[in-house]
């Protein structure tokens, strides 16, 4: 299963960084988004998997008496997916907001002309 | 000693609050600190010689080794009491020279900055620190030289002042460093103890050149000289102070306070010897063309500096002690000579030496200051300018081989040429008819014909009673160079003798050129047909063609578009990766340790991959933002299937919350449009790949490695026992990590007001293009 979730991981990353080489704006979200679930999956698997066994003590127990998930990734993925679903919701609301002023969605459109020569 | 080196800085700080007070006769007050720290450096006289040194130490950053460490000793009293000596009678010159002046208090400030920096160069013992107040002097002087900033031409030759002893310090800065580091101390006298150690080195080679760069660049030696007849452009009594006493003068300070440490063997003298030789027959020859005054004094400093690099270079306690005597010499006469030219040109409002004359007749004690400093210059008997002379032919005559004949030679021509500049700049305005333009000319105030008056006298009243400075200054200042204690008074007359020979040939061959040689604009015009060989012109070359260069590159490095950037940092980050991980060993995976997978697992992968699949070439958006909630409540599943109820929750709830949002605001958007041509899309699938593929690889890698559980077995057994909860992830977040949790908080908050402050603000019409 590793295996799987290793290549799984490898693909989100290629196509989020696919995404992120874009020039439309809308695809450069995409791009973070699929990014962060390739980071995510990344740092799940690495903390080992485990099957069926969440990180909750037993109603009746003070203590674990099986084995259990690693609770740690988990606390910090979850940090992380909430964390970027901020980032995802300022950034949809400021690409509408560019949309608006320059009726686009290239990137390029957003660079002004340098000042040529010093 | 600390207070006397800062002094000049709070003093330049004072004048920003109180700078406007100083007005009218006021100005005269500003004099008061050069003057004070003269006294305070002159009380050191007896002691200094009697052979004591006087050490100062603060620590600051031990542990790089700075420290305010200050040693006083004979090198460094001669140049305190040139600093503030000429100092003072600067100050006092410039008051009245720049009476009314609306800058007036910025002139004082910049040059008590300027000063304290000189002091701090000369009297520091630890290198680091020298070098603080050696750039200190580079930045102030840039401030001084360009002064008249509403013009171009000052404000130019300031820059190439700067650039040319800024880079100079920037090389000596590594060559300080690596002395310090191969040492073991950033203090001169404890590098002088091991200076057999340093000299052994392999990188003494490189020290010396580093050092070297750093002395030449400040002291205007050849090829880096242009900068001082540049600096000219500077208000004169700026001029006098910066070229006869201290900023030229560090370099060749700095050379002389590290011969002990570096001195003495063939790869100190001969690049001296060279450079010193070529720049003082270089600044010699060129000065006689002049017909700019102040252009003439600029290049008979150039040769001056010359001279000094090259009497150190020789390195016998001849030399030496003739350089201590010639610094002394130049410094007098010199800023005389400077300060005549700054009447000359306040009163006539010229500076042409064809244009002057007979000025006797109305600056009458102007023109003996100019012709006393002219005679010093020149070498005559019975000025200090003749012994310093001397000095140095009788250093050039004790080297060893064939040296004595070339260099006496050499220094033969230079001084005939220097004495036709002094001839030049200190009588040639006086002597003569007074032609008529200038006969209401009045002899100015006397804060500016004094201080000329009395550097003048002063060079011929050593020269006649030499007593009076050889055993108090110049003595214990060349000992302090050899570092060995010398006796040598000096003395008027040596009998008749090959050197009293050459001098007398000098002044002949002089006066005859003066004699015969009038300054003429057509020489000028003839020597600046050479310009485009000048070291100069070719610097200046190079220096638009780095400037193009620079251009070009950042055109094509930074061009403005992301895409690129991130191209970039990829694309390195692929290699930089991929080198380290297959240049650390095989990857392989084990099987064993793998857990079984099961149809389920397949079904939800296979989904996954087919909704990126849709997400990246849809040319929907709406498909596209479909495809990736898709993937979301995919790794949702993944998360319920290995144990993670928690994140499933979260990932679900915010998987739905940004797909409405996505569709929400972004409904009325226009299709995707296929923005790259082909080369471009297969050029970025490539990259992307591989920098998938590299990260797939660096996990399969990790997953090799043991697994540290201590941490989570922390969490896992305490969550109840500590905290009183059964959800070991969420008694992480609420309590454990408690604060962390806040601060997540308060970044989603900002970003909510930054959502909620977008979404209701409304656009002006104008704003709206």
New interface residues.
Partial sequence: ????????????????????????M??LL?GL??LG??A???I????????????????AA???TDI?????P??L???A???S??????A??????V???INS????DL?TP?EE?? | MLFAILAGFIVSLLYIPFGRFLKGRLAVLASLLPIGLFTYFAAFIPDIQDGASIAFHQPWVPSLGINFDFQLDGLSLLFSLLITGIGSLVFLYAAAYLKGHPYLDRFYAYLSLFMAAMLGVVLADNVLLLFIFWELTSISSFFLIGFNNDNADSRKSALVALGVTGGGGFLLMAGLILMGHLSGSYSIQEMIATNEYLKGHALYGLILLLVFVGAFTKSAQFPFHFWLPGAMKAPTPISAYLHSATMVKAGVYLLARLYPVLGGTDYWTYPLIIIGGITMLYGAFHSIFRTDLKGILAYSTISALGILVFLIGIGTPQSLLAAAVFILVHALYKAALFLTTGVIDHETGTRDVTQLSGLRKVLFPLAIAGLLAALSSAGLPFTFGFIGKDLVYEATLHTDGILPLVLTGLAVVTNIFLLYAGLLAGLKPFAGRLPERYSAIHLPHALMWAPPLLLAILGIAFGAFPALADASLLNPAATAMINEAIDSPLKIWHGFNTVLLLSGITLALGVALYLARKPSAHGLAWIERFNPLSPKHLIASLTRAVHRFAIRYTRTLHNGFLRVYLLRIIIFAVLLLAFRLFSGGAIRLIPDQLSPVGIYEIAVVGILVAAIYLAVTSTSRLTAVVATSVIGYGMCLLFVFYSAPDLAMTQFTIDTLTVVLFVLVLFRLPSFLNLANRGTRIRDWLVASAFGAVIALIGIQVLNQPIDDTISKFYGDNAYVLAKGKNVVNVILVDFRGFDTMFEIVVLSIAAIGVFSLLKLRLKASEKE
């Fill in positions: 299963m590793e295996l799987l979730l290793v290549i799984l991981i490898g693909i989100l990353y290629a196509a989020g960084i696919f995404m992120l080489l874009r020039r439309s809308v695809k995409i988004t699929l679930n390739g995510n999956l990344l799940f698997l690495l903390g080992g998997i485990t099957k069926g066994k969440p990180p909750v003590i037993d109603s003070k203590l674990f259990y998930a690693d609770p740690i988990q606390a993925i979850l940090t997916i909430v964390i679903f901020g980032l995802q919701a300022f949809i609301v400021l690409l509408k907001r949309y608006v002023l969605d290239d990137l390029d660079n340098e020569d010093i």
